[in-house]
């Protein structure tokens, strides 16, 4: 069995589809985090990945969804305005909520929908288990530079050093970076690293200690852009699908 790990699908579920139908079979698939916002289909996007009980570490849009969406749940349940611009929302979150059927887009705001308590439900599970999801993962991979291989959303040697303080600054500094980080990791540290979060322009950027997999599948109408990518972690390929058809593509 190889890992395959997918970067950044921001809620472009067409292209994980036809993704994953490139990637070889019996292939473990592993994902960087930030599963949705942005794209039109995040709900169908975190339901693939639970349902097929895959490997996936947290993102920071998954952060987002966490503080924001339960805002939006505690908004709802009490009968509130609903808040129509946050940090959240403006990153891609409106796309998620109407992915969810939570909402719908009238003058370009947010109107709850009339039988919003029957969807809701499938919201806030979801946040339960984003909740879980953990900040890095570290493979059982054979990768050809024999090194250990660690899955985040942001490039993590440069804290490396501090996974497993008890020191309430350094807990947050390397929380911080993992999900925040846009800085590219020197070769500091005994590890090969998978991560996303900052788009790649034409393909992956790869080094002998890192890949950054994320190559900007939502940004469609940008050149170079608007694929999602997966690397396979024994072989060392990378395998790119758009949400286009094959024969669109073609």
């Given at each position: 069995m190889n890992y395959c790990v997918i970067g950044d699908v921001h809620g472009e579920y067409q292209a994980l589809l036809n993704l994953t139908s490139k990637i070889p079979k019996k292939s473990e698939l592993v994902f960087v985090g930030d599963l949705i916002d942005r794209g039109e289909q995040s709900a169908h996007v975190v339901r693939f990945v639970r349902e097929h009980n895959l490997l996936c570490v947290k993102g920071n849009h998954e952060i987002m969804m966490i503080e924001y969406g339960s805002q939006f749940i505690d908004d709802i349940k009490n009968n509130r305005v609903l808040t129509q611009d946050n940090m959240w929302l403006s990153h891609g979150g409106r796309e998620t909520l109407v992915s969810y059927g939570l909402v719908h887009i009238e003058d370009n705001k947010m109107v709850p929908h009339v039988f919003i308590e029957e969807f809701i439900f499938q919201f806030e599970d979801d946040i339960e288990w984003m909740k879980k999801l953990p900040i890095y993962l570290e493979l059982d991979a054979n990768h050809p530079s024999h090194r250990k291989v660690v899955v985040s959303h942001s490039a993590i040697a440069p804290v490396w050093k501090m996974k497993e303080s008890k020191e309430l600054e350094e807990i947050k500094k390397f929380t911080d970076v993992v999900l925040w980080?846009?800085?590219?990791?020197?070769?500091?540290?005994?590890?090969?690293?998978?991560?996303?979060?900052t788009p790649q322009q034409y393909s992956a950027d790869m080094h002998g200690h890192y890949i950054n997999i994320d190559t900007g599948c939502y940004k469609k109408h940008d050149k170079g852009y608007g694929v999602l990518s997966a690397y396979c972690v024994e072989t060392g390929e990378v395998y790119s699908a758009s949400d286009l058809s094959y024969a669109e593509a073609s």
């Open positions: 980080g846009r800085t590219k990791p020197m070769d500091i540290e005994p590890i090969f690293n998978i991560f996303g979060h």
